[in-house]
C-alpha cells in the first residue's frame, strides 16, 4: 500500500486527494451543541482529516450523511452544506425562517428532495437539484412548506408521499407530487398529546408519541391495523431494520429498548437500558445515542437456532461526549 502522506505531490493536492477519499470511507456523522459536527468510522474511529466542521452562528443543528454530500440544518433554519469540490469552500449558510429548538433533516434519494423540520410548526422541502447549485451565487428556494397547528417532531418520507409527527396528536401525510395535504393517519390515544417519532415504507406507516404506543397504520387498506402498548413513557425513536422485513425497533425515556414484528403486532424482544434512548440508527452498525453517548453494535441482528431474536449484548463501542449531542447520521 502506498502511503499518500509520501508521494513526492503538493500538499493542496494531497488534502484534495484525502477529502475525495473520505467521502469514499463508511461513516456517521454526529452533531453537538457546541456546534460541531464530528466524523467517525463505522468501528468509531474518528475521520481526522473530517474531526469536526464548527458553525459558527449556530449551536444546535441536525445533520443528514451521504455518501457524496453532507448537509446540516441549524435552528434558525439555516441550511449549512459542506462543499466537496477542488474550490475551497465549506459551511456555506442560506436561508432564514422561524427560530426552533429541535432539527429535523432527511432526504428522498429516489426523487431528488431534501425534507426539513425544525421542531416549529412548518415543514420544508427543497430540490436536490436546487441545493447542488453554488450556494456562493444561489439561495435555494423552498418548494413547499406545510403547517401544522402545533411543532412536528418526527417526519418520514416513502417515493412521493411525506409523513408527519405533530404535537396535536396527529400523524399527516402529504404529497411531493403536487405539495398538498393527503390525509390524516394515526391519532395519539387518550392521555397522549403528542406524536413524537414516525417511520414509512411501502406497506406501513409506524408511529409513537407521549401516549407510550406504537401506532401502525396499513397502507394498502388505508387503515390503523394495530396501537401497540409496551413502552412505560413517550416513545422519542423508531428505526426499521434495514434487511429484515416487518422488523422495527423503538426506545424512549422509559429506558427501554424493543423489537417488534409490526406486521403481527408482536414484541420479539425487550431490553432494559437504563439511559434514555434518543434516537437510534440502523445499517451496517446500530447507533443508539442518549444525551452525551453514543452506542455502536453491530447491526447484523439474527435469531438464534430456536427462532428467538439476539439481544443486543456486545456493544462495539461506546463515545462519551462532555456536550450533548443533538443528532446523529448513519
Not at 458553525?55 to 439555516?78: D, P
Not at 439561495?139 to 418520514?156: D, L, M, Q, R, T
Request: charge should be neutral; glycine fraction near 8%; proline fraction near 2%.
Amino acid at each position: 500500500m502506498v502511503h499518500l502522506g509520501k508521494l513526492p505531490i503538493d500538499d493542496i493536492v494531497k488534502a484534495t486527494i484525502w477529502r475525495f477519499l473520505d467521502d469514499y470511507i463508511a461513516h456517521f456523522v454526529i452533531t453537538t451543541d457546541d456546534g460541531r459536527s464530528r466524523f467517525y468510522t463505522l468501528a468509531g474511529e474518528i475521520l481526522r482529516r473530517k474531526q469536526r466542521i464548527s458553525h459558527n452562528h449556530e449551536k444546535v443543528f441536525g445533520v443528514v450523511n451521504g455518501t457524496r454530500e453532507f448537509l446540516t440544518f441549524a435552528r434558525c433554519v439555516n441550511l449549512h452544506r459542506q462543499e466537496i469540490d477542488p474550490r475551497g469552500k465549506h459551511d456555506v449558510a442560506f436561508g432564514s425562517g422561524d427560530d426552533g429548538f429541535r432539527c429535523n433533516i432527511k432526504q428522498v434519494l429516489q426523487v431528488g428532495y431534501y425534507y426539513v423540520g425544525c421542531g416549529d410548526d412548518k415543514v420544508r422541502v427543497y430540490t436536490r437539484q436546487d441545493l447542488n447549485r453554488d450556494p456562493s451565487i444561489y439561495s435555494p428556494k423552498i418548494v413547499y412548506s406545510w403547517e401544522h397547528p402545533k411543532n412536528v417532531f418526527g417526519i418520514a418520507a416513502h417515493a412521493l408521499d411525506i409523513f408527519t409527527a405533530c404535537m396535536d396528536g396527529l400523524i399527516r401525510q402529504y404529497s411531493l407530487r403536487t405539495g398538498d395535504y393527503v390525509q390524516t393517519l394515526s391519532c395519539v390515544q387518550e392521555g397522549g398529546t403528542g406524536m413524537l417519532t414516525v417511520v414509512a415504507n411501502s406497506d406501513f406507516v409506524i408511529s409513537g408519541g407521549n401516549d407510550r404506543c406504537l401506532h401502525v397504520w396499513n397502507r394498502s387498506r388505508n387503515v390503523e391495523t394495530f396501537v401497540l402498548p409496551g413502552h412505560n413513557d413517550w416513545i422519542t425513536s423508531l428505526v426499521l431494520s434495514p434487511s429484515r422485513p416487518f422488523v422495527l425497533s423503538s426506545g424512549g425515556t422509559d429506558q427501554i429498548l424493543k423489537l417488534w414484528d409490526y406486521n403481527y403486532g408482536t414484541i420479539l424482544w425487550s431490553q432494559s437500558w437504563n439511559e434514555e434512548i434518543l434516537k437510534m440508527c440502523w445499517g451496517e452498525i446500530i447507533l443508539i445515542q442518549n444525551k452525551k453517548k453514543i452506542f455502536i453494535y453491530d447491526g447484523a441482528m439474527t435469531q438464534s437456532t430456536n427462532g428467538s431474536w439476539k439481544k443486543l449484548d456486545e456493544c462495539k463501542k461506546k463515545l462519551n461526549f462532555t456536550v450533548n449531542i443533538v443528532d446523529v447520521s448513519l
